[in-house]
């Protein structure tokens, strides 16, 4: 028999617990905890995440993605770690690190998804806003390379949202939820590092 889904507990009652924080995410103190345990119960309200086990699987992801902690995607990679994660096409299986090439095509030649990695790669190793505007440019909503999009909605918040067309798309779930606290986050994309409870209500 299926067990019962029942919602979380009106505005008032704890439904995300320190101690479900804790079993989720072993490696923040008590206190951190505690200081965000009213903004995880807050925006699960919002959001919907109702039934318990909505409930458990959001708090899994978020405590093996982020371990609750607020982050931005560094991009300060090496050559060689730079193609492996974004220069081939499929992904990063496709990497042959001996080589440091891509693995063959059907048309027998290396997969390269983003040859100037290969070609240029003094202009994109070590250098996160060069890196990030080239390799997520004219995608997720972003422009092309030298608008730096890319770079300006890299991954931020406990689950990294990435991409100006994510960033709107939080624009309207927030002002459509809090109308009261108006915020255009493709305007300013930093507030999800600097301000903790966007942080935590993005990954919602």
């Known amino acids: 028999m299926p067990r019962s889904q029942q919602p979380l507990p009106q505005a008032g009652q704890a439904a995300v617990t320190l101690a479900l924080l804790q079993a989720a995410d072993a490696t923040n103190s008590e206190s951190y905890y505690a200081a965000i345990v009213d903004a995880l119960n807050d925006y699960a309200r919002r959001y919907a995440v109702h039934t318990p086990l909505r409930l458990a699987h959001f708090l899994a992801q978020i405590g093996h993605e982020s371990a609750f902690r607020a982050a931005e995607e560094n991009g300060n990679y ?59 440019a004219n995608r997720l909503g972003n422009g092309d390379e030298a608008s730096g999009d890319g770079y300006r909605y890299r991954g931020r918040g406990l689950i990294q949202l990435t991409g100006k067309t994510n960033y709107a798309a939080f624009t309207d ?32």
């Open 173 to 204: 779930a927030h002002n459509a939820r809090t109308p009261t606290d108006p915020v255009d986050f493709v305007a300013q994309p930093e507030l999800l590092m600097s301000e903790l409870k966007y942080a935590i209500e993005s990954a919602f």
């Open 78 to 136: 090496s050559a060689p770690r730079m193609r492996e994660i974004f220069g081939c096409r499929g992904g990063r299986l496709q990497y042959d690190r001996t080589a440091d090439e891509c693995r063959l095509g059907p048309d027998g030649q290396p997969a390269r998804l983003r040859p100037k990695l290969w070609s240029e790669a003094d202009s994109y190793a070590g250098n996160p806003e060069r890196l990030l505007s080239y390799v997520y």
